[in-house]
């Protein structure tokens, strides 16, 4: 079992933050991400440009969760991203950590390229001290509400866009009207025919994201919902109920819904850590009540927090500096 100094949980700022600060203070340290790198910055507002984050008149959220991922490399923490944790638990002062079977170590939308080998997918890692930067928990994608959808997933329908080198549909259909739906768009058209189907006639996507989407080679079928798929062994094609009654059909090999993603905590609960689904308050030096335990970001509480991208980088910094003077304590 891999042994570290300090293990985070959660890739959003704060986590990320905290990595790098384990790494520069001379700690082995791994950090866990459900999926790609970034928390909320990539999954749900992957293209905002961001106008309060320091030293950056305008930078795109996209980017600073890059360029953490890259600084936390930097200083040698190992990135560990699609490693979703399951559950923790507690062997004497260490934290037994373990990832989810279906956990996958490639395909990352979104992702920095920083991800290394080893993927940690149904095992377990053991940590000294633990930095919980859950954020508002893991992200689940939205699903259509068909009746009979679970079946078609992984037989044409999708719910996160795979690395476009390992698409060989020939007709695609992507759901959805904001940034991560066009910019998906964007991508698969670059190897597929493209259609966007989206419930209203309106996108929500930034102004220069539909500009994109203009120029692009791309049909657009506007106030309609997906309300049938037809496949044999793989989906073949998708059924579209339009506001004004009439229905149309389009032939598709690919369907990637994305209209949005639900983050969750709830599955924490379960982890011997007496965690429960809400935030965790912490004291000024980010630390929880349970030895070694520490927490970083929108989950951790206290009096007078703000939830901001600055504030959770800075309380990813202080949590890990109380992890080591925690580790030197008991050295
Ligand atoms: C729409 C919107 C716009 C915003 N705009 C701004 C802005 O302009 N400026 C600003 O300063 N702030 C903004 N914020 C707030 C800012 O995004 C958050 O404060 C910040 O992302 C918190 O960072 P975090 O690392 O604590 O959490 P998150 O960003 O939520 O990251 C937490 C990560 O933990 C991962 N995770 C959770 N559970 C597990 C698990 N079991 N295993 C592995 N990984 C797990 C999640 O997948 C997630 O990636 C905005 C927020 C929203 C919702």
Redesign the pocket.
Same mark, same amino acid.
């Given at each position: 079992m891999a042994s570290y100094d300090l293990a985070v949980? /959660? $890739?959003?700022?704060?986590?990320l933050a905290a990595a790098m600060y384990g790494g520069m203070r001379g700690l082995s340290t791994a950090i866990?991400?459900?999926?790609a790198f /970034? $928390?909320?910055?990539?999954?749900?507002?992957p293209t905002?440009p961001?106008?309060?984050?320091p030293a950056y008149a305008t930078i795109d959220?996209r980017d600073i969760a890059l360029r953490l991922a890259d600084q936390a490399e930097c200083f040698g923490a190992g990135l560990f991203e699609w490693?979703?944790?399951?559950h923790v638990s507690r062997d004497g002062d260490d934290f037994v950590i373990r990832a989810a079977d279906d956990s996958r170590s490639s395909g990352r939308p979104g992702g920095n390229g920083a991800s290394k080998g080893d993927p940690s997918a149904g095992r377990e890692v053991r940590a000294r001290a633990l930095i919980l930067?859950?954020?508002?928990?893991?992200?689940t994608p939205r699903r259509l509400g068909l009746a009979d959808e679970a079946r078609f997933e992984g037989k044409g329908l999708t719910y996160r866009l795979p690395p476009i080198d390992e698409v060989h549909a020939q007709h695609v259909v992507v759901v959805g009207g904001g940034d991560s739906a066009l910019d998906t768009a964007l991508s698969l058209r670059t190897v597929a025919d493209v259609t966007i189907v989206h419930r209203r006639e309106a996108f929500s996507a930034y102004a220069f994201s539909q500009q994109r989407l203009a120029e692009a080679d791309i049909k657009l079928v506007t106030n309609g919902e997906i309300v049938g798929l037809v496949a044999h062994d793989h989906l073949e094609r998708v059924i579209i109920a339009r506001t004004d009654g009439s229905t149309v059909e389009c032939p598709a090999d690919l369907l990637m819904v994305s209209i949005g993603q639900v983050?969750e905590?709830s599955?924490?609960k379960g982890w011997e850590l007496g965690l429960d689904d809400s935030r965790l308050p912490v004291t000024s030096a980010m630390a929880a009540s349970t030895k070694g335990l520490f927490a970083?970001?929108?989950?951790a509480d206290y009096p007078g927090k703000v939830?901001?991208?600055?504030?959770?980088v800075a309380e990813?910094s202080t949590a890990a500096s109380s992890a080591e003077r925690y580790l030197l304590s008991m050295s």
């Amino acid at each position: 079992m891999a042994s570290y100094d300090l293990a985070v949980i /959660g $890739g959003g700022p704060a986590g990320l933050a905290a990595a790098m600060y384990g790494g520069m203070r001379g700690l082995s340290t791994a950090i866990f991400e459900a999926e790609a790198f /970034g $928390g909320q910055l990539i999954n749900l507002y992957p293209t905002k440009p961001v106008t309060n984050f320091p030293a950056y008149a305008t930078i795109d959220s996209r980017d600073i969760a890059l360029r953490l991922a890259d600084q936390a490399e930097c200083f040698g923490a190992g990135l560990f991203e699609w490693q979703p944790i399951e559950h923790v638990s507690r062997d004497g002062d260490d934290f037994v950590i373990r990832a989810a079977d279906d956990s996958r170590s490639s395909g990352r939308p979104g992702g920095n390229g920083a991800s290394k080998g080893d993927p940690s997918a149904g095992r377990e890692v053991r940590a000294r001290a633990l930095i919980l930067a859950l954020g508002l928990g893991r992200f689940t994608p939205r699903r259509l509400g068909l009746a009979d959808e679970a079946r078609f997933e992984g037989k044409g329908l999708t719910y996160r866009l795979p690395p476009i080198d390992e698409v060989h549909a020939q007709h695609v259909v992507v759901v959805g009207g904001g940034d991560s739906a066009l910019d998906t768009a964007l991508s698969l058209r670059t190897v597929a025919d493209v259609t966007i189907v989206h419930r209203r006639e309106a996108f929500s996507a930034y102004a220069f994201s539909q500009q994109r989407l203009a120029e692009a080679d791309i049909k657009l079928v506007t106030n309609g919902e997906i309300v049938g798929l037809v496949a044999h062994d793989h989906l073949e094609r998708v059924i579209i109920a339009r506001t004004d009654g009439s229905t149309v059909e389009c032939p598709a090999d690919l369907l990637m819904v994305s209209i949005g993603q639900v983050p969750e905590l709830s599955g924490i609960k379960g982890w011997e850590l007496g965690l429960d689904d809400s935030r965790l308050p912490v004291t000024s030096a980010m630390a929880a009540s349970t030895k070694g335990l520490f927490a970083a970001g929108d989950y951790a509480d206290y009096p007078g927090k703000v939830k901001m991208i600055a504030t959770a980088v800075a309380e990813g910094s202080t949590a890990a500096s109380s992890a080591e003077r925690y580790l030197l304590s008991m050295s």
